[in-house]
């Protein structure tokens, strides 16, 4: 059964930085894309960056420049660095794994998201 637990969130003034960390199953970091995506309240939940297994990434434009996707297969984990937050920033961070047609938001796993708060 897979699995996807994040980590790291919290509450940070604008400009200062966080790192999220998602835990996965061995098997998924040895074969499926991953990703994180957010939502924040009243919003759609919006994909912020994935990254293949040979480490290629994307990024929304909103967070070029400012976030970096990067993953530990060794460690099965997943990881966001986040600098130059803004208020904007805000909202519940989710790891996702496993790209599929059938799946929510065209990812098969999610984990139960991290809260990330940056205030002015």
């Known amino acids: 059964q897979a699995q996807l637990v994040e980590s790291g969130g919290g509450s940070v003034q604008a400009g200062g930085s966080l790192k999220v960390s998602c835990a996965a199953s061995v098997w998924i970091t040895r074969t499926c894309e991953m990703a994180w995506y957010r939502q924040a309240p009243g919003k759609e939940r919006e994909l912020v960056s994935d990254?293949?297994?040979?480490?290629?990434?994307t990024y929304t434009d909103s967070v070029k420049g400012r976030f970096t996707i990067s993953r530990d297969n060794a460690k099965n984990m997943l990881y966001l660095q986040m600098n130059s937050l803004k208020t904007e920033d805000t909202a519940a961070y989710y790891c996702?794994?496993?790209?599929?047609?059938?799946?929510?938001?065209?990812?098969?796993?999610w984990g139960q998201g991290t809260q990330v708060t940056v205030s002015s």
């Open positions: 996702a794994a496993c790209r599929s047609l059938r799946g929510s938001y065209g990812y098969t796993y």
């Open positions: 990254i293949n297994w040979a480490g290629t990434t």
